[in-house]
């Protein structure tokens, strides 16, 4: 073995948007190819482990490792928070950061700004999820889609929606904070969308005026409780996870990015786990959507769980650290590891270019 320490950098949240902004299909692609690189195997995906603090109950930082192999060849891991009280101060709920190792020496490559990452990989799989579950539907794609949650996560979504080509006749959108919902609806008229806009005064106006339903909240406990609102069979993105109550989730077709992962931490899915005592109630993967193995019926609503794998962040990490190294404009730290000799010797400067 000949290793040589690799150079470290450190990359900005505004790197970050310039290297993704107007890519939404190869960043779309990108999912995909780390869904059947994961689906087939060539993946690490450990538990993400929550940090939750008895004196702020309603925050948490979590740590998602993961290695990923085919074309990226990358392991890492994402520190991502979520304090929802930093909304009251007009600051993003999240923040994060991605850590990527070099899979040859197992020495950290980059530290990268990683919310605009998580927001990114986040809205990609949420396309590509909308594409796949409405791609053989009777009923054809959606022409109105309804936004519940209004933040980061939904004007990603939204963009990203835009980008794989779709188009609505109508848009909706809910949100417990009036100014946010107001604020969403300028984004999207302001956006060049053309899209009719509709602020909804309560959840089951958004939801049941709502073919394609986006859930993107910071609900903690499930809130959606009457399965009777989803009877016009909407496809559902439920980004946030932990909306619906196990109710409304038996009464559907259920769709998830990895078994284990989605079925913990009280989400939706895994709370009607526990309410049925089974996980027969879940149809399949997205990934056995993209294999051709699952076949979604047309006369019940059909609602995808994402939990977020960590895999899915390294691809578009490794993506824009691969493209900042090309162009030249990875800010690399010069010395950053320090006494590197196993030996004790003098360093002459074991980073290689």
Not at 94 to 108: F, K, Q, R
Not at 210 to 234: Q, R
């Amino acid at each position: 073995m000949n290793a040589q320490i690799p150079p470290f950098s450190v990359v900005t949240g505004a790197q970050v948007h310039h290297a993704v902004a107007g890519q939404e299909r190869q960043i779309i692609s990108l999912i995909e190819d780390a869904y059947r690189v994961h689906g087939e195997g060539d993946s690490v995906n450990p538990p993400s482990y929550f940090l939750r603090f008895p004196d702020r109950p309603s925050s948490r930082i979590i740590a998602l490792p993961a290695s990923i192999g085919g074309g990226t060849q990358v392991d890492g891991i994402k520190w991502i928070s979520s304090f929802p009280e930093n909304v009251r101060a007009g600051i993003p709920r999240a923040s994060a950061v991605l850590i990527l190792n070099d899979p040859e020496t197992g020495y950290p490559i980059a530290c990268m700004e990683s919310s605009i990452i998580s927001a990114t990989r986040t809205a990609a799989s949420a396309a590509l999820a909308a594409d796949r579950l409405t791609r053989d539907r009777r009923q054809g794609r959606p022409r109105r889609v309804g936004f519940f949650g209004t933040g980061l996560i939904a004007r990603y979504i939204h963009t990203y929606l835009r980008g794989a080509g779709w188009e609505f006749d109508e848009l909706g959108v809910h949100d417990l904070d009036p100014d946010s919902a107001a604020a969403f609806r300028a984004y999207v008229e302001g956006s060049g969308d053309g899209t009719r806009v509709t602020v909804h005064d309560t959840a089951e106006q958004l939801v049941r005026s709502s073919d394609l339903t986006v859930f993107a909240t910071v609900a903690g406990a499930p809130h959606v409780t009457e399965p009777g609102w989803f009877a016009h069979n909407p496809v559902v993105l439920h980004v946030s996870l932990r909306d619906l109550s196990p109710e409304v989730v038996l009464s559907c077709a259920n769709v998830v990015d990895d078994v284990e992962h989605c079925l913990k931490a009280n989400t939706s899915v895994h709370l009607a786990e526990q309410s049925v005592g089974h996980r027969s109630f879940v149809d399949g993967t997205l990934f056995d959507l993209l294999a051709g193995r699952l076949t979604l019926p047309d006369d019940r609503p059909v609602v995808f769980s994402p939990f977020g794998l960590g895999v899915l962040d390294l691809a578009v990490g490794k993506h824009i650290h691969d493209r900042l190294r090309e162009r030249g404009e990875l800010a690399v730290v010069p010395g950053f590891f320090h006494d590197t000799d196993r030996y004790g010797r003098q360093s002459t400067g074991g980073e290689r270019a």
